[in-house]
């Protein structure tokens, strides 16, 4: 670990402040930077302790909620107004890392941490991301864990976070402050696909800092279900995970939400499966139509081929849950 030095801050304005220092990092709970630079691939100049700041909060109004960013996910997965009203957030808090993780990492952290590649994390290996012009050894390595939609002949890796993809499920937003003042971003814009630069993940400017996550109140984001596919029951991130939503009257599906995780270099929302969804019957053939189009584009890169029917059936399986329990 590289050395570096540390401010502790109370107020957003000498956070960003303190984040214009080149090669300087914020850090919260720090379950992910602090891997990040055991593993020597985070090397910052400054880490600046924001947990001092007043973004501790979850606020219920009949619009939605609003999440602190620093609220941990043990007690947003707790909190009654998420747990009964966006069951899919809370879903995908529970099975997410393990319980002393949970009590540690923040929200705004979560959607943040970035990619499990283990050629991302060896810097002994070629990975565009860390060093652009490098090369991409997944591509032609060992790649059963890497992306199969959303990818660039630069970067296939995949995006770690099961809250993100349930967030993108249930439409939130993503309030952020800067220098610039504030602004409001979809989840779905946060983060940015590869392309021809796969070291930039999201939007976010230098020193921009996501104060809360907003949950718009919806009766697609009551029915939902989260479900993870790994290799192993804890402690384990997914394979293939599904978040989904759907608004059904009478028997017809009114609304659907069908989002995506460890599949794409972000959280990806499955639009075609969607307009499949809307405005049929809630039976098992729009089921497995749905599945069908959730996979639409995808492709292999050899030892990840399986995770395309991996994703249909997952697909199938999120949507009967809410089915059955609707």
Request: some cysteine; glycine content about 8%; hydrophobic content about 45%.
């Amino acid at each position: 670990m590289s050395p570096f030095r540390y401010a502790q801050v109370t107020d957003a304005e000498t956070a960003m402040a303190s984040a214009a220092t080149p090669g300087a990092l914020y850090i919260a709970g720090g379950t992910n930077v602090l891997d990040l630079m055991k593993d020597d691939v985070e090397r910052p100049s400054m880490l600046i302790d924001i947990t001092g700041l007043p973004y501790k909060t979850i606020d219920v109004t009949p619009a939605g909620v609003r999440i602190g960013a620093l609220m941990t996910m043990a007690d947003t997965a707790d909190a009654p107004a998420v747990a009964q009203n966006y069951p899919a957030v809370a879903q995908s808090l529970l099975l997410a890392a393990s319980a002393q993780l949970r009590n540690m990492a923040t929200i705004g952290g979560n959607v943040l941490q970035r990619t499990r590649c283990a050629y991302f994390r060896d810097v002994s290996q070629p990975c565009n991301k860390r060093q652009p012009g490098l090369g991409c050894a997944a591509i032609g390595g060992q790649n059963r864990l890497h992306s199969v939609i959303g990818t660039s002949e630069h970067c296939i890796c995949s995006h770690p976070s099961d809250l993100a993809v349930a967030l993108l499920a249930v439409d939130a937003v993503v309030h952020t402050r800067s220098a610039n003042g504030a602004r409001t971003i979809p989840m779905d814009d946060l983060h940015v696909l590869p392309g021809d630069t796969p070291n930039l993940e999201t939007v976010l400017g230098r020193g921009e800092l996501i104060e809360a996550i907003e949950l718009p109140a919806s009766a697609h984001a009551r029915n939902s279900t989260y479900v993870k596919v790994r290799d192993r029951a804890s402690y384990e991130f997914a394979l293939v995970s599904v978040a989904a939503g759907l608004e059904i009257a009478g028997g017809t599906i009114r609304t659907a939400r069908v989002a995506l995780g460890s599949v794409a270099p972000k959280p990806w929302r499955a639009r075609g499966a969607e307009a499949v969804l809307a405005g049929r019957a809630a039976t098992a053939q729009t089921f497995e139509d749905a599945g069908r189009a959730a996979t639409a584009g995808m492709r292999g890169y050899g030892y990840n081929d399986f995770k395309i029917a991996l994703t249909q059936r997952a697909v199938v399986r999120a949507l009967q849950t809410i089915a059955g329990a609707a």
